[in-house]
C-alpha cells in the first residue's frame, strides 16, 4: 500500500539528489541568498532504508559550508543490512556504496564557486552534476551524472560569461571522463561600435563527444558490460539575439543546427520568453521546432542519458544501446517535432516547471516535471519526475522508463526533523541492461546551522 500511495502524492514533480544531505540552505550546491554571511551547517540522519531486495539502517552525516562565493558539502552516508533476501550477501556494508573508486567520491558531496542562478559570470563545480545543460539545449538538454546510485561520478561543471563571449563545459566523471561537452559563443559586435541591439547578438560552436559508448552488450555476465563500443560526437553552431531586454521581460529567438556524426544533422529554431514581475516572482519559457534527420536525435544527452545509454527504445519498440538504437534502427525517419519548457520561481519559497518534447511517430515524446520547496515553514519538499519515449497520455503515470524522485523533510522541535524519500530509479540487470527499482527510506535527524 505505501508505495503506490507515494507515487500518486509525489508523481505531480528538480532533481533530488538520492542523499539524505540536501534539503539545507545549500540545496542542491545551489548557494542561497547573497552570500555575504558565512554559513556553516551540520547534519545527521538516522532510519530505514529498502535498497533493491534488501532492508537497512541507514547513517548519514554532513557539513556544508558557505564562504562567500565558494561552498561546499561533504557528506558519509552509511547502510548496515538487517535483512537479506535473494542474492545473499556476506557483507552487513552494502557493498554497492564502496565496490569502485569512483563511489569513495560520493564524500565530497559538491564544491563550488559562484552561482548559477544569479547568475555569476563565473561558475565552478566539482561534484554531482545537476541539471547540466549547453546553449539552448539543443545537444544537452538537463544532464544528471549521478543517476544509478551504485555508480557514483565526480564531475566538473565550468561557466565564464564576459560582455563579449564565454564558454560552457562539463565533464560527466574526472577519473577518467568518458563524456566531455564544451560551448563557446562570441558577442561579434562587442568588438567595436554598434547599437546596443546588435552588441546582444550571440553567435557560438558546440562540440560534446561520448568517447566510450556501449553498442552492443556482453551476453553471460551478471553485470553490465559493453561488448563493444564506438566514439559518438555531436557538433553544431548556434546563433541568439536577445531583441527584447527590458526590466521586467526578455524575449531572444534563436537557430541552431546540430550534427551527429555523420549519422544525421537537425535544425532548431525557437526564441525564450522570461517574465521578470517583482522581485520574488519570474516566468521562463522556451518554445522550438526541431526536425531530425533518421540519424540524428534531439537533445542526445538527456536527463536521463546515463541509462539510455544502454537501454533506450527505438522507434520500432525495441530496447539497445542509444547510439545502435539511434544509427541502424530501420524505422526510424527523418520527423519534425516540438519542444516546450515553462518554470516559475517564487523567490526561495517554490520552484517548479517542466519540459514537454513529442516527434512524428510512436515511442517519440518525453515529459520532465520539477518542483521544491525548500523555505515553506517547516516543511520541505522536492520531486522529479523524467519520463522518456512513451507514446500518449495514458502512459504518462505508467513508471516503466521513468525516473521519479522525491524527498520530504518536516522540523518537528527545534533542530529535530523526520524524513522521507522514494526513489524509482535504475540499477544494472546483466543481459537486460538496465531495470527498474523503488527505493524508500524513513528517517529521523538534527540539523543545526551556524
Do not use: C
Amino acid at each position: 500500500m505505501l508505495r503506490p500511495l507515494i507515487r500518486t502524492l509525489f508523481i505531480t514533480a528538480v532533481l533530488w539528489p538520492l542523499t539524505a544531505f540536501g534539503q539545507s540552505n545549500l540545496v542542491d550546491g545551489q548557494v542561497r541568498g547573497d552570500g555575504s554571511a558565512p554559513m556553516i551547517q551540520l547534519d545527521a540522519t538516522f532510519g530505514y532504508s529498502q535498497l533493491e531486495e534488501d532492508d537497512f539502517l541507514r547513517l548519514d552525516t554532513g557539513l556544508a559550508v558557505q564562504l562567500g562565493e565558494l561552498a561546499f558539502a561533504v557528506h558519509a552516508p552509511v547502510h548496515l543490512r538487517i535483512a537479506d533476501r535473494e542474492p545473499l550477501s556476506d557483507n552487513t556494508i552494502r557493498e554497492q556504496d564502496w565496490d569502485e573508486l569512483g563511489d569513495y567520491f560520493r564524500i565530497v558531496r559538491f564544491l563550488q564557486y559562484g552561482n548559477r542562478e544569479r547568475p555569476d559570470p563565473v561558475f565552478l563545480r566539482a561534484g554531482e552534476l545537476v541539471d547540466v545543460s549547453l546553449g539552448h539545449r539543443s545537444v544537452v538538454d538537463r544532464y544528471y551524472n549521478v543517476v544509478d546510485t551504485n555508480h557514483h561520478k565526480l564531475g566538473f561543471q565550468g561557466e565564464v560569461e564576459m560582455n563579449y563571449g564565454g564558454i560552457e563545459m562539463f565533464l560527466d566523471h574526472v577519473a577518467p571522463p568518458e563524456l566531455v561537452g564544451i560551448r563557446g559563443y562570441v558577442r561579434p559586435f562587442t568588438f567595436f561600435e554598434a547599437p546596443d541591439l546588435l552588441k546582444r547578438i550571440s553567435s557560438g560552436l558546440v562540440y560534446v563527444s561520448d568517447f566510450n559508448a556501449p553498442l552492443s552488450l556482453r551476453s553471460g555476465g551478471s553485470s553490465l558490460r559493453a561488448d563493444s563500443s564506438s566514439v559518438v560526437s555531436l557538433y553544431g553552431w548556434d546563433l541568439d539575439w536577445s531583441i527584447i531586454e527590458l526590466d521586467w521581460f526578455e524575449w531572444i529567438p534563436y537557430f541552431d543546427v546540430m550534427a551527429m556524426d555523420s549519422s544525421g544533422v537537425g535544425t532548431h529554431g525557437g526564441n525564450f520568453m522570461n517574465f521578470y514581475l517583482s522581485d520574488s516572482f519570474s516566468v521562463t519559457t522556451q518554445l522550438e521546432w526541431r526536425f531530425a534527420t533518421k540519424g540524428y536525435q534531439p537533445g542526445y544527452i538527456s536527463s536521463l542519458y546515463e541509462i539510455e545509454k544502454w537501454n533506450f527504445v527505438g522507434a520500432s519498440g525495441a530496447r539497445g544501446p542509444k547510439l545502435n538504437q539511434v544509427r541502424k534502427d530501420p524505422d526510424r525517419q527523418d520527423r519534425h517535432g516540438v519542444y516546450g519548457g515553462l518554470d516559475f520561481h517564487f523567490s526561495s519559497f517554490l520552484s517548479l516547471g517542466g519540459t514537454y518534447e513529442d516527434y512524428e511517430g510512436p515511442n517519440n515524446s518525453n515529459l520532465t516535471l520539477r518542483v521544491q520547496t525548500p523555505y515553506i515553514s517547516l516543511f520541505k519538499f522536492a520531486a522529479f519526475y523524467a519520463k522518456r519515449n512513451f507514446e500518449g497520455g495514458d502512459q504518462i503515470l505508467n513508471l516503466r522508463d521513468t525516473l521519479l524522485i522525491t524527498q520530504t523533510r518536516i522540523q518537528v522541535f527545534g533542530p529535530l526533523f523526520v524524513s522521507a524519500e522514494y526513489a524509482h530509479t535504475f540499477v544494472e540487470s546483466g543481459d537486460e541492461g538496465y531495470k527498474a527499482t523503488d527505493n524508500t527510506h524513513f528517517g529521523i535527524g538534527a540539523e543545526f546551522t551556524f
